[in-house]
């Protein structure tokens, strides 16, 4: 792979939890795999030598369950090099110019607090560090719409949005990656994905895990901010943009913002708000807390190819499976007079399953062997079976960073128009229904599918 765009990965937070259990794993395995072929520099507070630095990163990956080889590992450790310094120090950028010396073409992944971002680039560029530089941010970006826009007209006071690479580790999953091939290298897939042929489109995201330890960040957040404005509308925009007409990444993220645009504003009304019997207690939850731990909506998309087709859209904690899949449902075939008791078959569905096992599934109407009823039948293709390993996100999202390739990352026209979206659901006096754990949610969820398939158990 051609990696020559960046000459220089500068991680900021290199110490913290999402380096220990994401970025160090994905690092290792592009090292495996040949290509991560520029040095490493971590920048942090806490007063490490590299020594210690090497030993964190073999540390990190023993509890991430790799299987280290020392030749690998001894390679990658000769990439590292580390700053230590407080963030707002001038004199730690300045140590950092020294150390990445002759390279010019910086990748900085800035794996800290938004509220950061500013400051670190403001210090970068104060010491003429981010002329050629790309940044690589990790959300939220934003927690409403006009917090959204204020990060970006905060970001681009500095640097351009050219430099900038919004990264979302959902859309690295090998699944979400598919939806694009299944749609436009398809041909019997792609005409089919219309107004005239869809009936509904479910996308779910189950967790069967409650917010444990991490009430005071949820608690702020909620479910709409946690997982809908981000993951679950960009499954939305690629399985309902139109087919990219250029050829490179922009191509793409014209194309969703496009859609994005075309997406109606969710609406209370249509929603259905959910927190979970228990909540209340989690340490660092506010006692009268209103955060919903679960959402259904309903949404439409004003545009030729999908009038009238509903978008059904859930997420949940602490339910019954946990199953993150997109679901489209085709119109029931007519009922010809020659084929026997069609009338009690379900009609033809698309499944992607994302988590667990990604796996693709098409399902079909088939005669019965027995008399003359039809039966469902499944075509199933589960991807490690036949793809064999999958790369994780981050080192799929990190790669493609370093060499160029963009189409993963998120545009700020497209974070604008999903927190657009969702800026409805966000009224802090939202009425909130109680449901048990091990559930899948309020019963009044159901409501929101009447006239359609409604939702369909995950597929496990």
Request: proline letters at 6%; aromatic letters at 10%; one cysteine or more.
């Given at each position: 792979?051609?990696?020559?765009?960046?000459?220089?990965?500068?991680?900021?937070?290199?110490?913290?939890?999402?380096?220990?259990?994401?970025?160090?794993?994905?690092?290792?395995?592009?090292?495996?795999?040949?290509?991560?072929?520029?040095?490493?520099?971590?920048?942090?507070?806490?007063?490490?030598?590299?020594?210690?630095?090497?030993?964190?990163?073999?540390?990190?990956?023993?509890?991430?369950?790799?299987?280290?080889?020392?030749?690998?590992?001894?390679?990658?450790?000769?990439?590292?090099?580390?700053?230590?310094?407080?963030?707002?120090?001038?004199?730690?950028?300045?140590?950092?110019?020294?150390?990445?010396?002759?390279?010019?073409?910086?990748?900085?992944?800035?794996?800290?607090?938004?509220?950061?971002?500013?400051?670190?680039?403001?210090?970068?560029?104060?010491?003429?560090?981010?002329?050629?530089?790309?940044?690589?941010?990790?959300?939220?970006?934003?927690?409403?719409?006009?917090?959204?826009?204020?990060?970006?007209?905060?970001?681009?006071?500095?640097?351009?949005?050219?430099?900038?690479?919004?990264?979302?580790?959902?859309?690295?999953?090998?699944?979400?990656?598919?939806?694009?091939?299944?749609?436009?290298?398809?041909?019997?897939?792609?005409?089919?994905?219309?107004?005239?042929?869809?009936?509904?489109?479910?996308?779910?995201?189950?967790?069967?895990?409650?917010?444990?330890?991490?009430?005071?960040?949820?608690?702020?957040?909620?479910?709409?901010?946690?997982?809908?404005?981000?993951?679950?509308?960009?499954?939305?925009?690629?399985?309902?943009?139109?087919?990219?007409?250029?050829?490179?990444?922009?191509?793409?993220?014209?194309?969703?913002?496009?859609?994005?645009?075309?997406?109606?504003?969710?609406?209370?009304?249509?929603?259905?708000?959910?927190?979970?019997?228990?909540?209340?207690?989690?340490?660092?939850?506010?006692?009268?807390?209103?955060?919903?731990?679960?959402?259904?909506?309903?949404?439409?998309?004003?545009?030729?190819?999908?009038?009238?087709?509903?978008?059904?859209?859930?997420?949940?904690?602490?339910?019954?499976?946990?199953?993150?899949?997109?679901?489209?449902?085709?119109?029931?075939?007519?009922?010809?007079?020659?084929?026997?008791d069609l009338g009690?078959?379900?009609?033809?569905?698309?499944?992607?399953?994302?988590?667990?096992?990604?796996?693709?599934?098409?399902?079909?109407?088939?005669k019965d062997a027995?008399?003359?009823?039809?039966?469902?039948?499944?075509?199933?293709?589960?991807?490690?079976?036949?793809?064999g390993r999958l790369?994780?996100?981050?080192?799929?999202?990190?790669?493609?960073?370093?060499?160029?390739?963009?189409?993963?990352?998120?545009?700020?026209?497209?974070?604008?128009?999903?927190?657009?979206?969702?800026?409805?659901?966000?009224?802090?006096?939202?009425?909130?229904?109680?449901?048990?754990?091990?559930?899948?949610?309020?019963?009044?969820?159901?409501?929101?599918?009447?006239?359609?398939?409604?939702?369909?158990?995950?597929?496990?």
């Amino acid at each position: 792979m051609n990696t020559s765009n960046v000459d220089v990965l500068v991680i900021f937070g290199v110490t913290g939890d999402l380096a220990h259990k994401m970025t160090i794993p994905a690092l290792y395995r592009l090292e495996q795999a040949g290509y991560l072929q520029c040095p490493v520099v971590g920048v942090a507070l806490e007063p490490w030598t590299l020594d210690r630095l090497i030993e964190e990163f073999r540390a990190a990956l023993g509890k991430a369950g790799e299987e280290v080889n020392d030749r690998i590992f001894e390679s990658l450790a000769t990439k590292l090099s580390y700053v230590h310094g407080d963030f707002s120090d001038r004199d730690t950028y300045s140590r950092l110019k020294e150390v990445i010396g002759v390279y010019h073409n910086p990748l900085y992944y800035l794996e800290i607090p938004p509220s950061l971002f500013a400051s670190v680039i403001h210090e970068l560029s104060s010491v003429d560090l981010t002329s050629k530089g790309k940044f690589l941010i990790e959300k939220p970006f934003g927690t409403d719409l006009a917090s959204a826009k204020m990060l970006n007209d905060t970001l681009h006071e500095m640097i351009e949005e050219e430099q900038i690479l919004r990264i979302d580790h959902f859309l690295g999953k090998q699944p979400i990656l598919d939806i694009s091939y299944l749609r436009f290298a398809n041909e019997i897939v792609e005409p089919m994905l219309s107004r005239e042929h869809v009936d509904s489109i479910q996308i779910t995201m189950a967790e069967d895990f409650g917010v444990e330890d991490r009430g005071s960040f949820y608690d702020r957040v909620g479910a709409v901010r946690d997982v809908v404005q981000n993951h679950l509308l960009q499954v939305l925009s690629l399985i309902t943009m139109e087919i990219p007409t250029g050829q490179n990444y922009g191509a793409i993220w014209d194309k969703k913002a496009d859609i994005l645009r075309a997406v109606v504003p969710m609406d209370p009304k249509t929603s259905v708000f959910g927190q979970y019997e228990g909540y209340l207690e989690v340490p660092g939850v506010f006692p009268s807390s209103q955060t919903e731990t679960y959402v259904a909506t309903k949404v439409f998309i004003e545009n030729w190819r999908w009038y009238g087709v509903p978008v059904f859209i859930r997420a949940g904690k602490a339910l019954a499976v946990r199953a993150t899949e997109l679901r489209v449902i085709f119109k029931k075939a007519p009922h010809l007079s020659y084929v026997k008791d069609l009338g009690h078959l379900p009609p033809n569905e698309m499944i992607l399953r994302v988590d667990p096992n990604p796996s693709l599934r098409l399902t079909l109407a088939s005669k019965d062997a027995v008399g003359s009823r039809g039966r469902v039948v499944s075509l199933d293709l589960p991807f490690a079976e036949e793809l064999g390993r999958l790369p994780l996100p981050y080192e799929r999202l990190i790669h493609d960073a370093l060499s160029g390739e963009y189409s993963l990352f998120t545009r700020e026209d497209s974070v604008e128009e999903s927190w657009r979206i969702v800026q409805p659901l966000l009224d802090p006096e939202k009425s909130l229904i109680s449901y048990k754990k091990g559930s899948l949610g309020p019963l009044e969820a159901n409501a929101l599918c009447k006239g359609y398939l409604g939702w369909q158990n995950p597929w496990l």
